[in-house]
């Protein structure tokens, strides 16, 4: 059964940092593309970054570029949201899946992100 698990979400000043992980279980993320999406309140999940399956090609939204990068370690089985320079309009519910385009698999519980001064 393949779950992820996101965690590292809180509450966050403006212009503050945050980096989110994301351990995938009965699935290897090795070869395979991941990405991070976000749900804000009210509004529908969305991407936001991919990490190709070999690591060396990223992409993002026009939204968060510049300011978030997607990581991984194939060894841990993990995924990371390095988010910077946060707005109150990141606010949302973040979580991570298997794939480039579209989401391949079930989701997680995924981990909340407030930014609020």
């Known amino acids: 059964q393949v779950q992820f698990v996101e965690s590292g979400g809180g509450l966050v000043q403006p212009g503050g940092s945050l980096r989110l992980s994301c351990i995938a279980s009965?699935?290897?993320?090795?070869?395979?593309?991941m990405s991070w999406y976000r749900q804000p309140p009210g509004k529908e999940r969305e991407l936001i970054a991919a990490?190709?399956?070999?690591?060396?090609?990223?992409k993002y939204a026009d939204s968060v570029k510049g300011r978030f990068t997607i990581s991984r370690d194939n060894a841990k089985n993990t995924v990371y949201l390095q988010m910077n320079s946060l707005k109150p309009e990141d606010t949302a519910v973040y979580y991570c899946?298997?794939?480039?385009?579209?989401?391949?698999?079930?989701w997680g519980q995924g981990t909340q992100v407030t930014v609020s001064s």
């Open positions: 990490s190709a399956g070999n690591g060396g090609f990223q």
């Open positions: 899946n298997a794939g480039w385009n579209e989401a391949s698999r079930s």
């Open positions: 009965g699935f290897t993320i090795r070869s395979s593309p």
